[in-house]
């Protein structure tokens, strides 16, 4: 018997990852994360699996869950939103499998921060203005260590992917752009890869009015960055004029 942590990815089913969508298909209890998870992957559960929607369960209800299976020597996929090492909980679920004695396996997936950067046709570094990405969020019923606070990690200048965050976009704004600048692109995107994906650019001066009565839910990614802007120095790798161990440099 095995537990599965598998990535549902962002939503499209076509970015699950092959042996993610091989477990679904032939799951026979599947654990998912309910309305984070889209219908177009869910409906690869087959019919007659036990299928349990986490939202409603404690942790002490899903370990009764594994034990069940265990007894019972059936395999269990826990389905989580976009990559399950990010914001997943998995840490916690692992521990009481290995009190369990419990085998356990950790499917990756595709992250919203990365389908995000996708559909905004963008790339999330840049020679010369970032070459760092930070994956975060705000402080909520979840408290950051202090030395993560936002405006702390605003100081490094680098391209942030800010989780579970949206309904603080006006104060995500107020705290970055003393860094960044009034200028610097945002782009939140909402459900991405879902069919009702919804993007919003804007810069720090101005987010907060563009997306103001949208009712954004928490299913948005916002990205903050120089990083987003177009017409950027260009890297060395492609220049005629640069060695590398793969080719000779070039004069002009």
């Known amino acids: 018997m095995k537990v599965y942590f598998v990535g549902a990815g ?23 994360a309910g309305s984070l998870v889209s219908p177009a992957v869910s409906a690869l559960i087959p019919a007659g699996a036990e ?5 409603n369960l404690s942790l002490d209800e899903i370990v009764r869950l594994f034990r069940k299976a265990q007894a019972a020597g ?28 419990i085998a356990y396996e950790v499917v990756p997936g595709v992250s919203s921060f990365q389908a995000a950067a996708a559909a905004l046709n963008t790339e999330l570094t840049a020679p ?13 019923r979840t408290p950051l260590p202090e030395k993560q606070e936002l405006a702390r990690l605003a100081e490094t200048g680098a391209t942030l992917c800010i989780f579970l965050s949206v309904q603080k976009i006006e104060e995500i704004a107020a705290q970055l752009l003393p860094h960044y600048g009034a200028a610097c692109p945002v782009a939140l995107v909402h459900r991405v890869s879902w069919p009702e994906q919804e993007i919003f650019r804007g810069t720090l001066a101005d987010i907060a009015v563009r997306v103001a009565g949208a009712g954004l839910k928490s299913t ?30 070039r004069a002009r």
Do not use: W
């Open 51 to 55: 299928k349990y929607d986490s939202a």
């Open 128 to 140: 010369e203005i970032s070459q760092t990405v930070i994956l975060t969020r705000t402080s909520g």
């Open 74 to 101: 059936r395999d269990v996929v826990r389905l989580h939103s976009g990559d399950p090492s990010i914001y997943g909980a998995i840490g916690e679920q692992m521990n009481e499998l290995d009190k369990l004695g």
């Open 220 to 249: 948005t990614m916002i990205i903050v960055g120089r990083a987003l802007a177009r017409n950027l120095p260009v890297s060395k790798l492609y220049d005629q004029a640069f060695t590398h161990g793969f080719r000779e440099g």
């Open 10 to 32: 962002p939503g499209d089913p076509d970015l699950l990852t092959v042996k993610a969508a091989r477990l679904l298909k032939n799951c026979c209890l599947c654990i998912y």
